[in-house]
């Protein structure tokens, strides 16, 4: 029997895996997706969308009545094109700043129509809907990013999507909801990668790559795989490597006025439009290949999540009931199984029990 304050969850995609994040959560009878986004490979995929209608949950897709997209990179809102075009009823949240950057990445995939079911919120914003009440917190990682907190049935339950509990190039960390968390929901990249120690040592490869690519009178080209992210990459070579010349392509220079409008400093003098290279020894950050072999390829590749240890120590500070974590690939590294519910499971001030579902798995919480 049905009752009013059961908790549903099922992973769409990015459960044990990157790309294509996408969380069904039914909250007694009103139904959420949490992240909407698309995954990457030989061929882009999305969310496996059709295997809710296959549960008791859903008969049809404009029942799920809102969708809540933690933040801009795409595999967390590439696929929301394709997901309203099967419901153009849903409402979406995200912050005014993640929307910026949505509308330039997604702008040919996206409808009037859909733009207009966009609702642009605030952090420690609330919004009361009948028997529950969502709130939306900085989640660090990138500007914009935010957690969400639902308040339902007498217990408290916080989506993560990707966060960062240290200061990234371009925002501060975390900043948790003053609440008693019963069930976490986390997106926890490392949860599993006991050996990953650092979220420098990817950054420091692409440093000694520029710097290494100076040294032989050479440009160093930077190829992003979304536009957020050579934003990212140019406000840390800016930190770092202070005097070298960056020349920006044309989509990474809108999102860095997007961000400059909401009084996010990432330009300094030494910065230019790609229009204006002048084939001398510096930096391009581009979304597109190189167009010919003279430059120094530089594996542009870097994480802003927390490490093992953080991840750890995250879920032992918020010591949740129920902690489901997602985002989470295998450990093909450094082979090894410990996982963060093995380094907790003996710590016996923990209380959380772990899920670590599959694609297409449904659980009461």
């Known amino acids: 029997m049905w009752t009013k304050d059961r908790v549903i969850f099922m992973a769409l995609g990015g459960a044990q895996e990157v790309g294509a994040s996408c969380y069904f959560l039914r909250l007694g009878e009103r139904n959420f997706l949490l992240d909407c986004g698309q995954g990457r490979g030989w061929n882009n995929f999305t969310p496996k969308f059709e295997a809710l209608l296959a549960t008791p949950y859903v008969q049809d897709f404009r029942q799920i009545s809102h969708v809540i997209i933690s933040h801009a990179h795409l595999d967390h809102v590439g696929a929301l094109p394709e997901f309203l075009a099967l419901n153009e009823r849903s409402t979406v949240y995200?912050?005014?700043?993640?929307?910026?950057?949505?509308?330039?990445?997604?702008?040919?995939?996206?409808?009037?129509?859909?733009?207009?079911?966009?609702?642009?919120?605030?952090?420690?914003?609330?919004?009361?809907?009948?028997?529950?009440?969502?709130?939306?917190?900085?989640?660090?990682h990138i500007p914009g990013a935010m957690m969400t907190l639902f308040k339902f049935g007498g217990r408290n339950i916080l989506y993560t999507g990707d966060y960062s509990t240290f200061p990234t190039p371009l925002v501060g960390a975390a900043v948790l909801p003053n609440?008693?968390?019963?069930?976490?929901?986390?997106?926890?990249?490392?949860?599993?990668?006991?050996?990953?120690?650092?979220?420098?040592?990817?950054?420091?490869?692409?440093?000694?790559?520029?710097?290494?690519?100076?040294?032989?009178?050479?440009?160093?080209?930077?190829?992003?795989?979304?536009?957020?992210?050579?934003?990212?990459?140019l406000s840390a070579i800016n930190k770092f490597l202070p005097n070298v010349e960056v020349f920006i392509d044309d989509k990474v220079m809108d999102v860095v006025h997007s961000f400059e409008a909401a009084q996010i400093r990432v330009m300094n003098a030494q910065d230019h439009p790609l229009s204006n290279f002048s084939y001398t020894p510096s930096v391009i950050i581009s979304t597109e290949p190189p167009p010919h072999r003279s430059f120094w390829i530089v594996n542009s590749n870097f994480s802003l999540h927390d490490d093992f240890e953080a991840v750890v120590n995250f879920v032992r500070r918020i010591?949740?009931?129920?902690?489901?974590?997602?985002?989470?690939?295998?450990?093909?590294?450094?082979?090894?199984?410990?996982?963060?519910?093995?380094?907790?499971?003996?710590?016996?001030?923990?209380?959380?029990?772990?899920?670590?579902?599959?694609?297409g798995e449904v659980f009461e919480i």
């Open 319 to 359: 010591n949740p009931k129920t902690c489901v974590v997602v985002h989470s690939p295998p450990d093909r590294n450094f082979f090894s199984s410990e996982t963060v519910e093995q380094v907790l499971i003996s710590d016996p001030t923990s209380r959380t029990d772990f899920i670590f579902p599959e694609t």
């Open 94 to 140: 995200m912050t005014d700043l993640t929307w910026r950057i949505t509308k330039m990445q997604l702008a040919e995939r996206l409808s009037v129509l859909a733009q207009e079911k966009i609702s642009r919120i605030t952090f420690l914003q609330e919004i009361p809907l009948r028997n529950l009440t969502v709130s939306f917190h900085q989640a660090g």
């Open 179 to 233: 609440e008693k968390i019963d069930v976490l929901i986390l997106c926890g990249l490392h949860a599993r990668h006991c050996g990953y120690r650092t979220n420098d040592a990817a950054l420091e490869r692409i440093f000694r790559q520029i710097n290494f690519a100076l040294a032989r009178n050479m440009t160093a080209y930077c190829q992003i795989n979304q536009v957020s992210r050579g934003v990212e990459l």
